[in-house]
């Protein structure tokens, strides 16, 4: 009996042991999974790091790009703004220079180089050219043109003044009453501000303010309705004579009709048309001539006491 106690409690024993050596088998093999699992662990994360920090990165860069593109675009969106102050500051010296040269007081003239009519597609480029070269503004009383989009826009960012001549220049249609021309002239206007963001404020008669006489209608009534618009209004000084057709005179004569008269002046208004090649065969002489006798180029302003208001 105590034999077979004995036995039994040898193999109880027995049994335990193997249970024990199962466990810490398992123990050990859970061990082996953990570890191996907890470094795969660190190794994805290692690897996340990375490319959190590449996308960091990356994110820094486009959010840098991103900060320059909009301070970029903010410039942009007010760089009207700052034209229009850079304009008003150089307009304002400018009726001060033709104040001063008026006064007889100045070592310069002031000249105002304008062409009606236009624009025109063949010839209006190659006087934006001559102008550009002389680096001299001027004034184009334009009329409203369709599919001329580029020139008006040229004219513009060339800092010549855009000037009303009204809409269509038929003399006896806007000439016909002192509304008919208002609606013409208020027409062009529209125009040119849809195409340009310009509201024009200084304009031409067609044919010149003496035309309103001419055509039986009452001058200070018509006056006092382009006044009401805050429209100043010019004639000229001198013209070269284009008017009565682009090839009416030579370009020699077209020149010598400006330049053996300016020198009696100390302000002048100079009357062309873009459309006439003649004209623009002697446009730079007629600078030549001109800057040598004292004068300086300025575009027209509302302001400019050259400019009338009655």
């Not at 199962?22 to 093999?29: D, E, G, S, T």
Request: charged share 25%; with cysteine.
């Amino acid at each position: 009996m105590a034999k077979t106690e004995q036995k039994t409690g040898r193999n109880s024993g027995q049994t335990v042991n193997i249970l024990l050596a199962v466990i810490c088998i398992v123990l050990c093999a859970l061990s082996i999974y953990f570890y191996r699992a907890c470094d795969s662990l660190n190794t994805a994360v290692l690897s996340d790091d990375a490319e959190l920090s590449e996308l960091l990165a990356i994110y820094d860069e486009k959010s840098a790009e991103l900060a320059e593109v909009t301070e970029t675009r903010e410039a942009f969106n007010d760089l009207d703004g700052k034209i229009a102050e850079i304009k008003e500051v150089y307009f304002k010296n400018a009726v001060k220079a033709e104040e001063l040269a008026r006064s007889g007081n100045a070592d310069f003239k002031v000249c105002y180089l304008t062409f009606d009519d236009g624009p025109y597609v063949a010839t209006t480029p190659l006087f934006l050219d001559v102008l550009e070269e002389y680096d001299v503004q001027a004034t184009f009383f334009c009329l409203a043109k369709e599919g001329l989009d580029d020139l008006y826009k040229r004219e513009k960012m060339n800092c010549h003044t855009i000037g009303n001549h009204t809409a269509s220049h038929t003399i006896r249609y806007v000439y016909s009453s002192i509304d008919t021309f208002i609606k013409d002239l208020e027409e062009n206007r529209e125009f040119i501000q849809n195409l340009l963001g310009i509201t024009t404020d200084v304009m031409r008669f067609p044919g010149g303010s003496p035309q309103i006489t001419y055509s039986g209608l009452n001058r200070t009534k018509m006056i006092e309705r382009i006044q009401e618009l805050h429209y100043g209004y010019i004639d000229w000084t001198l013209m070269t004579g284009d008017g009565g057709g682009p090839y009416f005179m030579t370009p020699d004569e077209f020149l010598h009709n400006v330049v053996d008269y300016s020198a009696d002046y100390d302000v002048i208004s100079v009357l062309m048309h873009d459309y006439s090649n003649n004209t623009l065969a002697c446009l730079p002489e007629m600078i030549e001539i001109l800057k040598e006798q004292g004068y300086i180029f300025l575009p027209l302003s509302y302001d400019a006491p050259i400019v009338k208001k009655e």
